[in-house]
């Protein structure tokens, strides 16, 4: 399997497969930009040409000029030859003029970002050494990237660190990506595949591990949010899959072991009660200006979540969280939420 | 090219032919503070070919180690520093020093029949910096390393641990002693021609350090300020190149190659001189349109300056700055390939010696010829960006720069070496050598090619298993290669204890280099040459200087 140590895999799924096109040169072409391939092969072929021109002169004068007995002189002395030399002037000059042109057709192509793309705007974010994806609709993931074959699609660069840069062969797009910059991509893949993509500026240590695999599925997978590990089957998954929203989402501002951050800490909010039960603890809120006591319950923790500023906690009369709509955290997410809090508990 | 006058006796030294620039005099000190300028090139030659060996082997230990995806060898951290120092003791320790430090002190005032060059204490100035920025250079791995890259990359270079001050100092001093030399060259070349000797009978060697003086004049204070900033970043935070104190790494970026791409013809541009020194005399014909090549070497000089930003196709440069930068770059590309085909239209019909710098000179062509057009390959844009960073830029630039440079700097020494110790190797060991060394570089950078096209990126310590076969490929071939070299400096070493005298003419050169005594006596030229003649006209040469040995 993979060498590589992903930083955090969260769909690990197979390997791409070896990304190679028809020719056996490039790697394989998974998006609309032909012409970096055809733009590729005409001059390889022009390469080509030229050295087997210039291996034949070469070989053939060995060959046939060697120098047979000491006092040998050249066949010719001859020191130039102005229609020569101007035809090996002329004609380089035209066909890089003409790779010039070319190539400078296929990179405008992928500096003019198009709207389909624009509207369709991922974000990766660049540290060492990982990647960190956050999707249209805000949803986050690492290591790996979904997006819909077909589909256009803009990424916004953004480096927290050092230069790195976003790099996916097979779909023929490279961009620095610039501490204090913003850079941005975009391409359209064309076919259903799992590819590479790979860090391609140097970024210290652990450079050549800051990997991440760009999944090109159909908009039917892709509706399934394959990204999302999102798994509440039992209460066990239930609170490992809150726990990770947690993390992702609410860690910035509320801490689990009591330390005192933006919002109040999670500790204690639910406690366990007689036996083995779990029941919330009390809490003085204030709601429309009066004070009052209440008890925590899935109810409240969905409240505070969707209308944060409804029940203020009376130790932060001035709130300080935005509400997370279901667009972001849906209900069974934050029940998800819940019971990670819940086994949080202790006596 | 000859002279009138009977003082430069085609057939050696005429005062008494044991005394020379070797062993006039003797003892450290005489070579410590040496002015004279075949004594300066030869402790060139001794340094940067210890340089030239050092980054040799951490070549070798890249090539091992990336035997398995895993990595063999290092750690990613010790990797890292291992591709860093490969890349700064090749590029500012021998590539951009070696041939006009060595051979080009050795052979231009040779060439322009002059006594010396024309700032003799400042050569040696320049070479005490060269050592100095190789202490400096050394110093640093003792102090922790570096592992930035060659390339120095801001803002990882402001943040790394790394001794990068310390190099920073040395690359700083290197430059200093490359504005030297170039200063020098441009003098000498200016004041110290032989009577006759117009510009346009100048041997292309000259031509060559000539405009190769010019860039490292004008383009290397540009390096030496930027990683003087670099220093000053690191030690007082002033916010130049750290976009966490309102500095951008793009500005760094551009200082740096608006120097390394320079630098580029700094080091490619003797060799080319060189190869036109050689194409012609094995040949035993003037060169084809020496003009042309003698004015594209100013061309390339003056062009060069104009498209460093081909080297930052993928930073969110403008477009227009991509328009005109890829421009720009395909023009260097014809007077480029007026080089390669005047030395191809020379060898046609010449009289073609396949001795040791010839077959060098051969590899030259067929390896320069890979080099150019993988470029003309990397400047169209789009194709740039799907390339820009990956192993088919390493394998670009290794068919330049050691497959082109440095094998051109074994052609030279191959063919100045009886010149300048009087003693001839061994043919056939120096020719087995010079093949294997094409096998093994073909055979090391070829792969590389392949995988980078397929994308595998440069500067990684650990790879995807698709990639592996080439790697191996490619690490084999190193090894191949390494041998090559390893035989081709024994040979060279065996020469001076057991080597047969070497012909007073040992090649039948016709330039004024060869028209001196073997080897050169401390001021060159018993008598002072005049010049009558135009550039390589081989119908002055007596044939029987090539069959005599010297006194
Ligand atoms: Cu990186
Ligand atoms: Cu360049």
Known sequence: ?347 | MTTNIPAIDQHAAPTGGSTNYLNNTSGFWSWASTLDHKRIGLMYLVGTTLAFLAGGLFALLVRVHLWEPDGMLFDNPTYNQVFTLHGAFMVFLFVIPAIPGSLGNMVLPLMLGAKDVALPRLNLLSFYLWLTGAVLATLAIILGGFDTGWTFYAPYSLYTQKAVVTIGLAVFVLGFSSIFTGLNFIVTVHKLRAPGLTWFRMPLFVWALYATSILQVLATPVLGITVLLVAFERLYQVGIFDPRLGGDPVLFEHFFWFYSHPAVYIMVLPAFGIISELVSVHSRKPLFGYKLIAFSSLAIAVISFLVWGHHMFTSGQSTFAMFAFSFLTFFVAIPTAIKEFSWVATIWKGSIALNAPMLYTLAFLIIFAIGGLTGVILGSLSVNIHMHDTYFVVAHFHYVMMGSIALAFFAGLHHWWPKMFGVMYDETIAKIACGIIFVGFNATFLPQFIMGSRGMPRRYATYVPDFQVFHQASTVGAVILGVGIALMVYCFVVSLFQGKKAMVNQWGGVTLDWLTPTPPPLENFHEAPVVTTEVYDYSTLDLSTTRTPIA
């Open chain 1, 1 to 347: 399997m993979f060498v590589l140590s992903i930083q955090d895999p969260q769909n690990a799924g197979p390997a791409p497969q070896p990304q190679v096109d028809a020719y056996g040169q490039l790697s394989k072409l998974a998006s609309t930009f032909h012409d970096v391939d055809g733009l590729f092969y005409f001059t390889y072929a022009v390469c080509i040409f030229f050295f087997v021109l210039i291996l034949g002169v070469l070989l053939f004068s060995v060959v046939k000029y060697r120098r047979k007995t000491e006092d040998q002189p050249a066949a010719s002395n001859v020191t130039h030859n102005t229609p020569l030399e101007v035809v090996w002037t002329v004609i380089p000059l035209i066909i890089v003029m003409v790779m010039f042109a070319w190539g400078y057709k296929g990179a405008d192509q992928m500096v003019d970002v198009p709207k389909e793309a624009a509207r369709n705007a991922y974000k990766a974010m660049a540290k060492q050494w990982s990647w960190t994806f956050t999707y249209p609709d805000g949803s986050v993931s690492y290591g790996d990237v979904w997006v819909e074959k077909d589909k256009p699609v803009q990424f916004y660069l953004q480096s927290s660190d050092v230069l790195h840069a976003f790099y996916v062969p097979s779909m023929r797009v490279k961009r620095d990506v610039i501490p204090g910059r913003m850079q941005t991509v975009w391409f359209q893949p064309t076919e259903e595949g799992i590819y590479h993509l790979f860090c391609a500026e140097y970024c210290g240590n652990d450079h050549s591990k800051m990997y991440a695999r760009v999944h090109v599925v159909s908009s039917a997978e892709f509706k399934k949010r394959p990204w999302d590990d999102f798994d509440d089957s039992t209460p066990e998954l239930a609170a490992k899959s809150g726990e990770s929203l947690y993390s992702r989402n609410c860690a910035v501002c509320h801490s689990v072991d009591g330390t005192p951050l933006v919002g109040p800490s999670w500790k204690g909010l639910f406690v366990k009660g007689e036996g083995d039960t779990i029941v919330g603890a009390k809490r003085t809120v204030i709601e429309g200006g009066a004070t009052k006591e209440i008890t925590v319950d899935d109810a409240y923790v969905l409240e505070s979540v969707r209308t944060p500023a409804q029940k203020l906690v009376a130790t932060h009369p001035n709130g300080g969280m935005s509400s997370f709509g279901p667009e972001l955290i849906d209900d069974r997410r934050v029940k998800a939420i819940v019971t990670y809090m819940k086994s949080l508990a202790s006596k």
